[in-house]
């Protein structure tokens, strides 16, 4: 308070680039920020102004906005997104990813638009893995949405395979930038008897008609080697050798 004064009390609302306007003050930047640095941040801004104030800053009411959710969904559309929700919230609204015959979803490419003001939608480089989400439970995989967002599923398109001793050997969405250790914790980690943490990486060339083979040390690849956790291009296939002798069959067979 000053000079005995009563106190005021203003509701302001954050607007959607994250700026608080505050009357008498001017704009506070608190984007990005978590409750407790909002109010530090107020508070920095109001002491320039105002020298010998008493602040407290109340949320009031969490906002809500509209999202486009598109592509590989259930019910393509616009979602509103209330308080704090992650991709996956968003997509669960939309009744979920398209599967089986009426579609393949991409998991681990589920691109994040943002909307300019000209109404333009545009690639802000940040995207959603929603298979390594559920793995790891990392949030990095699977952002909040913020206000002017726009979700969009592709059709899953290139892939990667593993086999031998691992938990779940298989075909997994391909991503740029995976590394042999992504394809490891997306088939669920290797099994007891992968004592020997060996394994070989098949690269097949579609341009030359080749292939090569290259030896994977995958001790040093899982404990943070990068030069052992080789990068992965698609139509990779990586075999696991365990203890017990396997003898792998590929190409025109049923299983």
Known sequence: LDGGEEPEVFEVLIGAEGRLVIPYVGAVEVAGLS????????????????RHLDIDVTLTRLRSFPVDVLGEVQFPGSYLVEG???????????GGLLSGPGGRASQRNVRIHRVSENGISQPTGQKADLALWRITGDIGHNPFILDGDQIYVPTLRDSVSISGSVQQPGNYEFV?????????????GLTADS??????????????????????????????????????????KLYVEGLKPRITVEGEVYF
């Not at 740029?176 to 669920?188: I, P, Q, Y």
């Open 176 to 188: 740029s930038g995976d590394r042999v250790s992504n394809l490891v914790m997306l088939a669920g």
């Open 195 to 236: 004592a020997a943490a060996a394994g070989e990486l098949l690269r097949l060339s579609r341009e030359e008609q080749s292939e090569k083979r290259v030896q994977v040390f995958l001790h040093e690849a899982l404990n943070g080697d990068s030069d052992a956790d080789l990068k992965l291009q698609r139509d990779d």
């Open 35 to 50: 409750l407790s640095e909002a109010h530090e941040q107020i508070k920095a801004g109001i002491k320039n102004r105002f």
């Open 84 to 94: 704090v929700e992650q991709v996956s919230d968003l997509i669960s609204k939309a």
